[in-house]
């Protein structure tokens, strides 16, 4: 059955004029993602096509950043905070014609959190102790400390619920329980969806949709004023969104992403395992430049890795700022003279762009730069697994991840036992203020030791067809949730 309908659905898209406009959508990507598979993979284009359309989980973030039931339509918490017990909705089946039950559940949490496990935020499941299908639609989750975010982690992308029959052949051919279901991927053109029709809930307006992968900002202009793309949710030229405000036929739309941009550095990579080396580059960049430069003026200046619209964000943009002078004394302090870095790009345009401004800076200080511009799988390799950089340029998408300091063996390998210490303090205090207290300490201790150069929070400049409506305005979670997404008459 599953091969008949996709054929049929492809057949249907290529007959084009079939349709009326109004029922499909093209969204313009930067990125392709490297494979389908949310749960075994790091790169934020497998959530941007994959988040809430094709997966679902337990819960999921809603457009203004809330966690809200999904898959769970209600959850139980015990008094000493370490039982969750999640009540399933009624009549879930995923895309194979397979019912979704509390076993699927029990395999996913178990997969994800296995010693074996592929998943990139294996974090995110560190603290289950136990998980038991109670009956087909109850599921208990067992804490070994009690955890006021669990919740909050159960909506990222990572923790999607997969069918085991599925699970090995997710990352060509996506099998989930959402409102669309997989159709095509056609590698470096576009990967296609189309309407569930054994949807459990409300059925999304579209009836297909279309992800267009365009890397190079004048092809992505071209494209959308062509029509050949409806909408380009994170739009990567955002020197022409002046011309497309003067446009009746487009609408801009500028919001907020959980992106902190961020100069990476390896920090047990000599020289930069010297906080002075570390301290002397954080002093070199100049925010305002880079931000004006690569992003056109779009972007909020970040001194830690916290996003400035969260409540317990603090500013220490101060602890880096722009001070070329402070920058030469600390390189002559650590006996660092003619010192030359590796500054490893991906594809995006704010990391093309923002290098080429900061390989300046860091030259007007005595550091000079070899640049080697990357794409996203080379990227993921070489710098995020292999570790085999020394700077490198990047926006890390997901909601709220500064525990990703606390792992020694992430990409810029920091992991401070103090700070770990703290993620684990964090962890188990539910308590709104102390964990705030306990937030504001974890961001000025990466400050503090100058583990990154901290540049802006990623502003989410898209451009769209004026008469499409359902788009999100901020990004709460690296996605383009469609199951709202419609066309005005």
């Known amino acids: 059955m599953r091969i008949i309908r996709n054929a049929a659905v492809t057949l249907a898209l290529s007959a084009g004029t079939a349709f009326a406009a109004q029922d499909s959508i093209t969204i313009g990507m930067v990125l392709e993602p490297p ?16 988040y809430a359309n094709i997966f679902e989980g337990l819960t999921r973030f809603a457009s203004d950043g809330s966690v809200v039931p999904a898959l769970a339509r209600s959850w139980d918490v015990s008094e000493d905070g370490t039982i969750y017990t999640f009540h399933l909705a009624e009549g879930v089946t995923f895309h194979d014609g397979a019912e979704m039950t509390a076993k699927d559940v029990v395999f996913t ?4 959190r296995a010693e074996d496990s592929k998943n990139a935020q294996k974090s995110l499941f560190a603290g289950i102790e136990k998980i038991q299908a109670v009956d087909p639609r109850t599921v208990r989750v067992t804490l070994s400390a009690p955890d006021g975010a669990f919740p909050f982690k159960m909506a990222w992308g990572d923790a999607v619920i997969v ?6 052949t997710l990352a ?66 955002p020197e022409t969104l002046e011309q497309f405000r003067a446009d009746p036929r487009f609408k801009v739309i500028v919001g907020s992403t959980e992106g902190e941009t961020i100069l990476a550095m390896n920090n047990k990579m000599p020289p930069l395992d010297d906080i002075r080396v570390r301290e002397a580059i954080a002093h070199a960049i100049n925010r305002p430049d880079i931000i004006d430069g690569a992003m056109f003026g779009y972007g909020t200046p970040i001194g830690t890795h916290f996003a400035p619209h969260n409540p ?46 900061i390989a300046a800076q860091l030259r007007d200080v005595g550091i000079e730069t070899e640049i ?73 201790m990466i400050a503090e030791d100058y583990v990154n150069g901290f540049l802006f929070q990623l502003a989410k400049t898209g451009v769209a067809n004026a008469r499409i409506e359902g788009l999100w305005e901020n990004a709460p979670t690296q996605a383009n949730d469609l199951t709202e997404v419609h066309w005005t008459e």
Do not use: C
């Open 35 to 50: 494979n389908l598979d949310p749960t075994a993979g790091a790169a934020a284009a497998i959530d941007e096509v994959t």
């Open 372 to 444: 080697t511009n990357m794409e996203w799988a080379q990227w993921l390799e070489q710098v995020f697994k292999g570790k085999d950089f020394d700077l490198t340029i990047v926006s890390h998408t997901e909601p709220m991840d500064i525990n990703i300091y606390a792992r020694p063996d992430y990409y810029f390998q920091y992991g401070k036992p103090e700070f770990v210490a703290l993620m684990d303090k964090l962890n188990v205090t539910t308590d709104a203020t102390a964990r705030s207290e306990i937030l504001k300490a974890a961001q000025r």
């Open 172 to 237: 060509t051919n996506p099998v989930g329980t959402g409102p669309f279901e997989f159709v095509e991927w056609v590698q470096g053109d576009r990967v296609e969806i189309a309407r569930n029709p054994d949807y459990r809930g409300e059925q999304p307006a579209l009836a297909r949709a279309t992800f267009k992968f365009i890397s190079d900002p004048n092809a992505a202009f071209a494209a959308m004023m062509a029509g050949d793309v409806d909408a380009f949710p994170n739009f990567p030229a």
């Open 109 to 112: 949490l178990d997969r994800a």
């Open 163 to 168: 069918d085991p029959a599925s699970a090995d």
């Open 312 to 357: 317990d964000y603090v500013d220490l943009t101060d602890l880096s700022d722009f001070d070329p002078e402070r920058s030469q004394a600390l390189l002559a302090e650590a006996g660092q003279t003619d010192l030359k870095l590796r500054l490893a790009l991906p594809p995006p345009s704010y990391a093309r762009r923002g290098g080429e401004i």
